[in-house]
């Protein structure tokens, strides 16, 4: 490469930067003179008569008178804002409303800089949020997501809906690098940050154009020292604005939490059921059980032990029966007695089958002392219509299992947590349908 | 090291051709347009003056672009009907050129693909999705292009009223583009990167703002 070659790559041996001279324009409506910031402006509002103008062509042309009402804005067309230590120029405003609510107004600044570009300031109920066009996009629609859902977009990030709604324009001023007419309308969701932190994603769409944006939250106190208006919303009363990625968040841990407490009980649960050991099986004859009869022997092995005593009726359907039981000490002494009725119904209508009862029932029983027991046992049955009998008609399968924990507690704080879980879950599922 | 010196046929000021590429040279003092190549120069006539201030880059600005030393040679303005974006022919330090793409002060670095199958542009609707360099790409604009502008040097015959058809695609991350020209058969596609503000340093930022 030759020298002169290299010279011209050589710091700043370039041409002068040429100056920077905004537009002047006349308006066609009143003749006054105008000056355009920005080069890409198509639209511009005459500040002196309000007619919007479309200053796109070499002639510029009326598109019609902007509305009458006028709107209070806290920062000029012109007026300064620092942001990454370049200064922005405020270019246009534009207001906002919706549900024709002029009390739910919401103001936009066109932030620009001739090298930088545009950067988008808004203000709602005093607070402030900076935003820029952003060419990522959501993994998934992002449209009809009502408050507290996430979205993903394609460079990872993870977001949540904060609300979504329809704008509507109600007043523009200044230029604009597109037509933007009083009554326009578009749709809009909003998102937070998923993990906490100070970031937006904007979705804005209209019938043929859907736009994203990326931002930032920003305090009052830096958007004055970004314009340099310490006297900035003095006297401006906040609206108080929910925290939606918090509450979402205190919701999940709470419906986590439940689901945690729901799977430690079930573990539980399952150990209280799997726990002791198995020292008595033995099954009893209808003719048994009419008289008395006493079971084989069976230990238990410490004092204060719960033992679990399942009884199942053999082949009982459609009966009932009335079990008398008691717990015998050393085939003498009587320590516990206890009764079950035990009923099972079963049968067809309409093509379906049912069923009712249970052949089964299991009883908990905390035995003072260890030593060898018996199970006393008496019971009469009889079919399902007949009220009373005198003697067993079904035989009778007991089980007697030592040392087993009682399951009552987990199932109390089970049924204790479902009904925590599904508050919760009605809660939060009108929390994300109601709109702040 | 200059490969040419030409003279403007419309007002006879002298321009030096540093890079071989070149084959369009507009006259920075007249607007007149000339192609230029080995064996004739054609006039083809005055173009339109394109302003100058409301960009990072401007014809004959230095700077750095990726780490590497650069300036810039020229400018085609394309306008889609709702407004325009400039193109900006960029000649690197080791003789090879680019072209930097801005659209409302963004940059992407573009470079021409040759092995992307792209549909017929009466197929293009947006949204439709098209994969280069195994990255999907999904259409956001399809339009009709005009050329409202030129300056500076270019490696194209081109003037101004000029038109093709285009489609813009983007990359659902953000970070890559995808232009197709169909100015000729099969179409010409550019693959772009967006570049972050400070991927660009100029040696003239300018204090006028």
């Known amino acids: ?436 | 090291m200059k490969v040419a010196e030409i003279s403007c046929p419309s007002c006879g000021a002298t321009h030096d051709v540093h890079n071989p590429g070149v084959i369009t040279v507009v006259c920075e003092y007249c607007g007149n347009a000339v192609y230029w190549d080995q064996e004739k120069i054609r006039n083809v006539g005055k173009q339109s003056t394109l302003p100058e201030g409301f960009s990072r880059l401007y014809r004959g600005a230095t700077g750095t672009l990726l780490n590497k030393r650069f300036v810039v040679l020229g400018r085609v303005r394309y306008s889609f009907g709702r407004g325009f974006w400039d193109e900006w022919f960029v000649e690197m330090q080791d003789g090879s050129i680019a072209w930097l793409t801005e659209d409302n002060h963004e940059f992407v670095l573009e470079t021409r693909e040759t092995d992307v199958q792209v549909p017929s542009f009466d197929s293009l609707k947006a949204s439709a999705r098209i994969v280069a360099r195994n990255i999907p790409f999904f259409i956001e604009e399809v339009g009709q292009a005009e050329c409202i502008g030129v300056e500076g040097d270019l490696p194209i015959p081109m003037q101004v009223g000029e038109t093709y058809s285009f489609a813009d695609a983007a990359s659902p991350d953000g970070r890559y583009s995808l232009g197709i020209e169909y100015d000729e058969d099969p179409p010409t596609v550019f693959f772009g990167h967006w570049l972050k503000y400070a991927s660009i340093t100029m040696d003239d930022e300018g204090e006028d703002w």
């Open chain 1, 1 to 436: 490469m030759s020298t002169m070659d290299k010279e011209r790559f050589g710091l700043n041996q370039g041409r002068p930067r040429p100056p920077y001279q905004p537009q002047d324009i006349h308006c066609p409506g009143c003749g006054a003179g105008l000056t355009v910031k920005d080069e890409q402006a198509r639209m511009v509002v005459c500040e002196y008569c309000g007619k919007h103008l479309d200053v796109s062509l070499e002639e510029k042309t009326v598109l019609g008178q902007g509305p009458e009402r006028k709107w209070e804005f806290p920062l000029k067309i012109g007026d300064s804002f620092r942001y990454k230590g370049a200064r922005y120029e405020i270019i246009a405003r534009q207001a906002f409303i919706e549900d024709n609510d002029y009390t739910e107004v919401t103001r936009e600044y066109l932030l620009y800089n001739p090298r930088r570009g545009t950067l988008y300031l808004s203000e709602y109920g005093g607070s402030y949020d900076l935003a820029w066009d952003t060419h990522v996009m959501p993994t998934t629609s992002p449209f009809n997501l009502s408050r507290g859902s996430t979205l993903e977009t394609h460079d990872g990030r993870k977001w949540v809906a904060l609300e979504s709604g329809e704008y509507e324009l109600a007043f523009v001023d200044g230029s604009l690098p597109w037509v933007a007419k009083v009554g326009d309308r578009s749709r809009y969701v909003d998102f937070a940050d998923k993990g906490g932190a100070n970031e937006r994603f904007d979705v804005q769409w209209t019938a043929n154009e859907v736009e994203y944006s990326s931002g930032i939250s920003l305090t009052l106190e830096q958007v004055r020292q970004a314009t340099s208006k310490p006297e900035l919303g003095q006297g401006v009363v906040r609206r108080r604005s929910e925290d939606v990625v918090k509450t979402r968040r205190w919701y999940m841990i709470l419906l986590l939490f439940c689901v945690a407490v729901l799977a430690f009980n079930g573990i539980m649960a399952l150990y209280c059921m799997f726990s002791g050991r198995q020292v008595l099986e033995q099954t009893f004859t209808p003719a048994q059980l009419t008289e008395e009869v006493l079971s084989e022997p069976f230990p238990v092995s410490s004092d204060g032990n719960v033992i679990m005593v399942e009884a199942t009726a053999i082949s009982m359907t459609n009966a009932w029966m009335a079990l008398d039981l008691a717990l015998v000490k050393d085939a003498e002494t009587v320590v516990h007695v206890f009764d079950e009725d035990i009923q099972y119904y079963q049968g067809s209508e309409g093509g379906e089958s049912w069923s009712e009862g249970s052949r089964e029932v299991t009883s908990y029983i905390e035995v003072p002392a260890a030593g060898n027991y018996r199970v006393l046992l008496h019971a009469v049955s009889a079919p399902g219509e007949t009220p009373s009998a005198t003697n067993a008609q079904h035989g009778v399968r007991i089980r007697v299992t030592d040392g087993v924990r009682l399951p009552h507690f987990y199932v109390v704080l089970t049924i204790l947590t479902i009904i925590v879980f599904f508050i919760s879950l009605v809660l939060y599922g009108n929390w994300r349908k109601q709109e702040e």
